[in-house]
């Protein structure tokens, strides 16, 4: 089974964690992660200033048998030994080279690789500061009381054939996507929906899912606490595992 196939026809919602190679730690992937019940590790950066991408995603196929995604900043974070890559197109923004230049760019190379490509509408929705993601990408957000601009946005995403939807509001953002933009998205797109950003509370990643949302990612709380990490995997898990 693909992983995209695996996202849309098990109905569970699932709970990634975002493996930023700058703040990388093994333990925290095989004490936390493979114990508590994430089902999909994603790697990836707006920028790497001092981890490497490349060790880090050899290490974490060698301690994890998690499906390893990845979530590229840029053309160069591409490595064939991960098993898919969200192939981002940011639909948010009106920045050619993150429509399709940077695709363009990364193409030929992706095609040798044996990586599932999943085509992702990327929606940066303001999340109340200039996260990294925001900065580099040098676009606007969607604002975050703007819920038609989103739905609109997800719609055009989907009838352009992509296949899943990830809005987010970047790593450490101030805040999550409001839940009633995710409802009105969800309400209007017959594909997946991935939600990340500022998600810190088993209450946050509770609402969401609620709301819509089929995959939730996490990065700025497994680092900073993984107690809470640990509780919010298990407030998920209690809630929608289903036999
Ligand atoms: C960012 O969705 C991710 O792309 C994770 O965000 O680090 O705020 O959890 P956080």
């Keep these: 089974m693909s992983l995209y196939q695996n996202i849309t026809e098990d109905k569970n919602k699932k709970l990634a964690l975002l493996i930023d190679p700058d703040k990388f730690s093994a333990a925290l992937v095989t004490k936390l992660a493979e114990k508590a019940g994430v089902d999909y590790l994603f790697i990836g950066g707006s920028i790497i200033s001092e981890g490497n991408f490349h060790d880090c995603i050899k290490t974490l196929k060698k301690i994890s048998m998690l499906p390893l995604i990845l979530f590229p900043g840029n053309s160069d974070q591409v490595d064939a030994s991960a098993d898919a890559i969200l192939f981002l197109s940011l639909i948010s923004g009106r920045n050619a080279d ?14 040798r690789t044996s990586l599932e490509i999943i085509p992702t509408g990327y929606m940066l929705i303001d999340g109340g500061r200039i996260t990294s993601a925001l900065y580099m990408s040098n676009t606007l957000p969607i604002p975050a009381d703007k819920p038609d601009i989103a739905v609109s946005t997800a719609i055009a995403g989907e009838m352009l054939g992509l296949k899943l939807i990830y809005m987010d509001t970047g790593s450490g953002a101030l805040n999550h996507v409001p839940c009633e933009m995710i409802k009105e998205v969800k309400r209007n797109i017959s594909i997946p929906l991935i939600v990340g950003g500022g998600i810190r509370t088993p209450g946050d990643a509770v609402n969401i ?16 606490s993984p107690e809470t990490f640990f509780q919010i995997v298990q407030s998920l898990k209690l809630k929608y595992t289903k036999n």
């Design 209 to 224: 899912c609620e709301a819509g949302a089929d995959v939730i990612v996490i990065g700025t709380v497994a680092e900073k």
């Design 98 to 111: 993150n429509l399709i230049g940077r695709h363009v760019i990364a193409a030929p190379s992706l095609k």
